[in-house]
């Protein structure tokens, strides 16, 4: 599955931003702090977005389940 690959239901971000795409989540992973990115909580996330992107299927699912997760862990990160 290309990281083109958009999202059932875009991920929201504060200020009315939103992730469409496993390659915009992906960003927004990488964009964040190295010791942020390094929280459990992202670890998780990323891995579901390579898994989607690798695999495809149900990942899809999780990986946006993973980074909403990760996005509400923490509220500041957003």
């Known amino acids: 599955m290309p990281w083109s690959t ?3 239901d875009p991920i929201p971000l504060r200020g009315g931003r939103k992730l469409a795409t496993l390659q915009q989540a992906a960003d927004y992973v990488m964009a964040l702090p ?17 898994n989607a992107a690798e695999t495809g299927g149900g990942w899809l699912m999780f990986a946006r389940i993973a980074m909403l997760r990760a996005l509400n862990a923490d509220p500041k990160d957003r």
């Open 6 to 8: 958009p999202f059932d």
């Open 34 to 50: 190295e010791e942020v990115q390094h929280e459990a909580h992202w670890q998780v996330a990323v891995e579901n977005l390579i």
